[in-house]
């Protein structure tokens, strides 16, 4: 089946412990986004990559990293999470670019 | 600056009411707009993509359409099943290309 998978789905952590949420594709898609959705704001884009070791900022860079290393994994990084950064966030994958996102199904994070 | 705007917020339909979701945008230079449909607790599911003003695109009760600085989400008879939130993002014709969502209209159809 075609999908973009994410890990974890709930992730509860404490300010300041580094982690990664895990973002894999299985359609050999080129391009690859990470979302955050925060109620009233709508989807916002965090970091986008259209290919293999190319990525680039998008509206709400800052505490976040990403690389990508391999076409199918797209991981997001929080080296030191604040409690701004709850949120619930998505990663997406497209063929090209008209086309349109397929997206995983959420991590939900709390940061205390 | 580059908008999406997406009304009403919400909007509550008895079963086989028709109605429009309006998703209006200012952006400079549209690629193609994007409707999406989103189940609470889950990704947005892709829907249709149209490119140009005069398109109109159609799957089972929903019909979507475009204009110069708007599209409209036509949904006909709708059903329980059809409540969602529906989102629309359009993809700029800039450097990379950007996709901008709206906030989205969260659908309620009662039986």
């Known amino acids: 089946e075609a999908q973009v998978t994410q890990n974890p789905r709930y992730l509860i952590t404490v300010t300041g412990k580094k982690l990664t949420v895990t973002c894999s594709q299985n359609?050999?898609?080129?391009?690859m986004s990470w979302y955050r959705q925060d109620p009233g704001l709508g989807l916002r884009q965090i970091y986008y990559s259209m290919n293999v070791e190319v990525t680039d900022k998008g509206d709400v860079p800052e505490g976040y990293k990403v690389s990508r290393k391999e076409k199918r994994n797209f991981p997001l990084i929080l080296e030191s999470p604040s409690p701004n950064q709850t949120s619930l966030y998505f990663c997406?994958?497209?063929?090209?670019?008209?086309?349109?996102?397929?997206f995983g199904s959420g991590t939900r994070l709390t940061v205390v | 600056e580059d908008q999406v705007t997406q009304s009403p917020e919400a909007l509550r339909l008895q079963e086989g009411e028709s109605s429009s979701l309006n998703c209006s945008y200012t952006?400079?230079?549209?690629?193609?707009l994007f409707w999406y449909r989103q189940d609470p607790g889950k990704g947005p599911e892709f829907l249709f993509t149209?490119?140009?003003a005069g398109e109109e695109k159609e799957k089972e009760r929903l019909k979507a359409t475009l204009t110069k600085k708007e599209s409209f989400l036509h949904i006909t008879a709708p059903k329980p099943e059809d409540s969602a939130t529906y989102l629309c993002?359009?993809?700029?014709?800039?450097?990379?290309?950007?996709?901008?969502f709206g906030t989205g209209t969260r659908l309620l159809v009662s039986p």
């Open positions: 997406a994958s497209r063929l090209g670019v008209n086309y349109g996102y397929t």
């Open positions: 149209l490119y140009s």
């Open positions: 993002a359009v993809l700029m014709n800039t450097g990379f290309q950007k996709l901008v």
């Open positions: 359609m050999n898609h080129e391009y």
């Open positions: 952006v400079s230079g549209l690629r193609g």
